[in-house]
């Protein structure tokens, strides 16, 4: 039998105590049961990414007693996390005979009048720092400390800490009609649909008319979209919205000029400019093979500084003055960072490369600034009116009577040269990226090429970029998916250099980051959606339901030993769906596009007949499963490729026979597409997140008119529980 748990002998060793004080798993247990450790190259690799020097028995020894002192060396931790409705008790660092004393500041700016009272600590044996013996102490905060975040002063003796107190309520609660109750949406690749007035990519005021048109038509009350996070200023632009330069912004490449007010009050020979240049963009929508975006950009961002150069009247440059105010620090990183690539070309990991040699408080990057200040503001201007029009679309989705709106999707990280990282390199850990290890789905494993966020300037800072970053996706999304959500209790760490499956866990503290999206959503009075699929430890589904925060439920991967469950024991707190961006659609995945793609691409572990030969069991089970729970007849099973509209529909039944809260469909099931929009595992070989909404028959399917097709109209009878 296969040993489960690393051995005493193990444990024991300097190198693996290193490791796990310093939160990295030194051993794992993987999609298909099987149980590793992890190599010891791999923990030293790991451990120098978050500063953490291994290299030999010494510097182990070092760093063992340079994190233990700096844990031990404060009074209290820098982040401290409280439940509202629940006393709490905050550690402190003391003295022997100290007693600690403390208050605390609320976000408002006011005292909080509670009493905060002083106790024993963790039982734990004096230990010496610096000379001097110390134990733990304990400070008790109330019940009543009001959500948000708040200032505690910790008073020992002549000396004086600050951590910062995040008050948190206990869970997400679920909006009224989904209490007794579900809701059901559509999932969208924003890019993917155009209209007549699109420039050759779908945008925001496409994405106004799809709310719109979805609530009316067809009854739904939200759309889960791609990530809107920020991308680069100029072309070629990056195709995945999952690599994005920061995710505290959007991205304003998907503006739509003529709604911009300026575009109708402007001199009309600069109106006539872009009118031309909008004429220049016609010809994209009518692409059925590929998404354009460079031949976009570059035609719209030229009528974007026409409008912007036309200037603006007194109040709205007053608007635009308090959105730059209120962004503060964040939009000059961006755009900084987006001025620095217009002027000086695209960032690369060479050496000489600006984004290596310079700094936001470089000479030359301040000279730039100073140098072209229009550039600058120019930039600045993009986000506002991208963000207004974005804000524009979710407004029109609840005025149009959808509970929910836009469910914006949170990427899991930022590209390793993008301006979070530039302007923030202290956030993240440096030479190693994330990544999953090998799965059924990806037996290669992932390398996304993302610098992780480093859980020890989470902590020491408040988890302030985190907490920024959800409350700015609240401002224009009534749900908020976070793809990856195990990322919050743990990131599959690759270090620079080696392949996917050469990679450690390192773990973050979820209660913290669970507690923010808990605070945040209750401001918003949002939904939080956490994608939890994949190598995912039972606790994590048991802790996001503790916290209200729904996982996903996909039908294709409810399954175990060749069968699959029955919808009607999916478990409540889920958005569940039928398929996934990652895989081909319906109506593909019934006719093995999955299988035809990773033999043309070279992506299978085994033979191409092995493969399909499994794919053709799962499908068989998959039509079984829907046969035998009444969603499908028996007869219709047997050809299911010429009864292939009749099989996607009964999915999509079955669906509804599911206990969660959140049903979505997805459009291009609605249309007959049966292109995958991503294939894992490859950039240019697949033309991943570029290709364009077609119907079966390979016609471009727009805006107008979607939600009328008789497949959508279908689909949507069945999620009203009308067909």
Known sequence: MTERQESEERLARPLIHLARMAGIATSYVGMSDDYHEIDDDVLVAVLAALGLDASDDDAIVRSTKALLDARRGRLVAPTVLHVAGRESRVLVNVGVLEVPSATITLESGEDYGGAIVPGPGDGAQAYPVDGRFMTTASLTIPADLPLGYHTLAVTVGERTEYARLISVPERVELLDPMKGGRLWGWMAQLYSIRSADSWGVGDYEDL???????????????????????????????????LPVSRRFVNFTYIRPEAIPEYATMADDARRQVDELRGEAEPLDGDAQVIDRDAMWRLKMHALWIIFKAGRDGARQAVFEEYKRHAGDGLEAYATWCLCYDKWGAPSADLGNWERRLSKESPEVIGLRDQFPDTLEFYRWLEWT??????????????????????????????????????????????????????????????????????????????????TMVRDMFAYAGA??????????????????????????????????????????????????????????????????????????????????????????YRPYA?????????????????????????????????????????????????????????????????????????????????????????????????????????????????????????????????????????????????????
Not at 580 to 607: I, M, N, Q
């Open 575 to 723: 958005l569940a769906s039928v398929n996934t961006h990652d895989l081909p659609p319906a109506a593909g995945y019934l006719e093995f596009e999955h299988v035809k793609l990773r033999e043309r691409l070279g992506l299978l572990e085994g033979s191409a007949e092995d493969f399909e030969r499994s794919a053709r069991h799962e499908r068989d089970a998959m039509l079984r499963m829907l046969v035998d729970n009444g969603y499908l007849d028996a007869s219709l099973a047997d050809d299911p490729v010429a009864n292939e509209r009749a099989v996607v529909e009964a999915q999509y039944r079955a669906l509804t026979g599911t206990p969660c809260k959140l049903l979505a469909a997805a459009i291009v099931d609605a249309v007959g597409e049966k292109r995958a929009q991503n294939q894992p595992g490859t950039n240019n070989e697949y033309p991943n997140w570029r290709i364009p909404l077609a119907d079966a028959e390979g016609n471009p399917v727009p805006v107008e008119g979607l939600f009328e097709r008789e497949g959508a109209q279908r689909l949507a009878a069945i999620m009203n529980g009308t067909a």
């Open 480 to 569: 908020v998916r976070i793809d990856h959500i195990l990322g919050l209790f743990r990131l599959w760490w690759i270090p620079e250099g080696r392949k996917p499956l050469d990679g450690a866990y390192v773990h973050y503290d979820a209660d913290v980051m669970l507690g923010i999206l808990a605070l945040e959503a209750q401001r918003a009075g949002g939904v939080v959606v956490g994608e939890d699929l994949g190598v995912v430890p039972a606790y994590v589904a048991d802790s996001l339901s503790a916290h209200g925060i729904l996982g996903c439920a996909v039908e294709w991967f409810e399954q175990r030993d060749g069968a699959f469950r029955a919808p009607g024991d």
């Open 386 to 467: 991208a963000s207004e029009q974005l804000a524009g679309a979710q407004r029109a989705a609840k005025d149009a009577g959808m509970r929910i709106g836009v469910m914006a999707d949170m990427a899991v990280g930022v590209h390793p040269l993008g301006a979070d990282v530039w302007w923030n390199p202290e956030r993240f850990a440096k030479g190693a990226t994330v990544g999953a290890p090998p799965d059924m789905f990806n037996q290669q494993g992932q390398d996304w090429s993302q610098p992780p966020l480093n859980p020890i300037d989470l902590a020491a800072t408040g988890y302030e970029a985190y907490r």
């Open 208 to 242: 106004k008319s799809l709310l719109t048109d979805a609530a009316h038509a067809t009854g739904a009350d939200f759309m889960l979209v791609n990530p809107l996070h920020a991308g680069e200023p100029v072309s070629p632009l990056t195709p995945s919205p999952y």
